[in-house]
Structure formats: structure tokens, C-alpha cells
């Protein structure tokens, strides 16, 4: 029997795990559900919830960046591994405002992208977060 599957979390590693729990608080209105110090591995780790959807952050000391191959979008996208998490919203134009507004990185502007063999036509726009994480946000037209 086929089981449906429904996204529970995405874990992302982070420099600051107080600074990136403010950081989704404060753009994205996700909640903190917990955080947590780890002492086997001596990391911090933080749920955040928007919805029925988390985010698992995790700072460990001794952490690095991501390296400019990630940063830049062309030559991520040739690498193999996680480019980026998708979230459905009402009105790409709004959000896109409101975050430029509270001088949120934005890495691609609003565009329109349409597959005429899917069916599907969406605008879409792309940011990034403290950590040069990619956040696309897609809304269905």
C-alpha cells in the first residue's frame, strides 16, 4: 500500500542559533517550539513551526560557511546535495515587499515561470538567510 508522505522538517546548521531563531521569528513569523543544549556533541538545537511545518537548527562549535560555489546560485546548481526549500504562499508580490522592506537578501527578484507541459504557472522569488540558505516562495497564478 502506497503511504502519503507530508513534509515534517528540513534541518539546517547555523552560526548563531539564537541569532537564526530571531531571524525566521522576525521574517517569516515561525515560532520557537524548543531549544536545546547538547552535550555529547556540544551543539545547540532549536525547533522552529510555521504552520504544521519546522525547522531544525543546529549550531555546532567549529562550524564553517558555505563555500562560494553554494553562495552563487549557477554553480550550486551543479553540485549534488539539498539547493534549497520551497514554501507555497498567497502573494509573492507581498511577502517580496515586506521582506525587501526589512532589507532581507534577496537573491532573485519576482518572476513569472510558466511549463506549458505541466500545466503549471507560478511567480517566484528567492532569498536567503543568515546563513546563505536559499528560501524560494512560490505562488500559484
Known amino acids: 500500500m502506497k503511504q502519503y508522505l507530508t513534509p515534517l522538517h528540513f534541518s539546517i546548521s547555523v ?3 539564537d541569532e537564526s531563531i530571531a531571524w525566521y521569528k522576525e521574517h517569516l513569523h515561525f ?3 524548543f531549544k536545546m543544549h547538547i552535550e555529547a556533541s556540544n551543539a545547540y538545537l532549536a525547533f522552529v513551526r510555521h504552520g504544521q511545518f519546522e525547522i531544525e537548527l543546529l549550531q555546532y562549535d567549529g562550524s564553517t560557511s558555505n563555500t562560494f ?4 546560485s549557477q554553480e550550486d546548481q551543479k553540485t549534488r546535495g539539498a539547493k534549497h526549500l520551497a514554501f507555497l504562499v498567497e502573494n509573492v508580490d ?4 515586506r521582506l525587501k522592506s526589512e ?3 534577496i537573491s532573485l527578484e519576482p518572476v513569472v515561470r510558466e511549463n ?8 517566484i522569488f ?3 538567510d543568515l546563513d546563505n540558505v536559499r528560501l524560494e516562495f512560490v505562488e500559484r497564478l
Not at 560555489?69 to 552563487?72: K, M, Q, S, T
Not at 506549458?116 to 511567480?123: N, P, T
Open 15 to 17: 552560526k548563531d542559533i
Open 126 to 128: 528567492f532569498i536567503r
Open 116 to 123: 506549458k507541459e505541466a500545466g503549471v504557472r507560478e511567480k
Open 94 to 97: 507581498d511577502l517580496h515587499n
Open 103 to 105: 532589507n532581507v537578501e
Open 69 to 72: 560555489e553554494h553562495i552563487n
Open 31 to 33: 515560532d520557537l517550539v
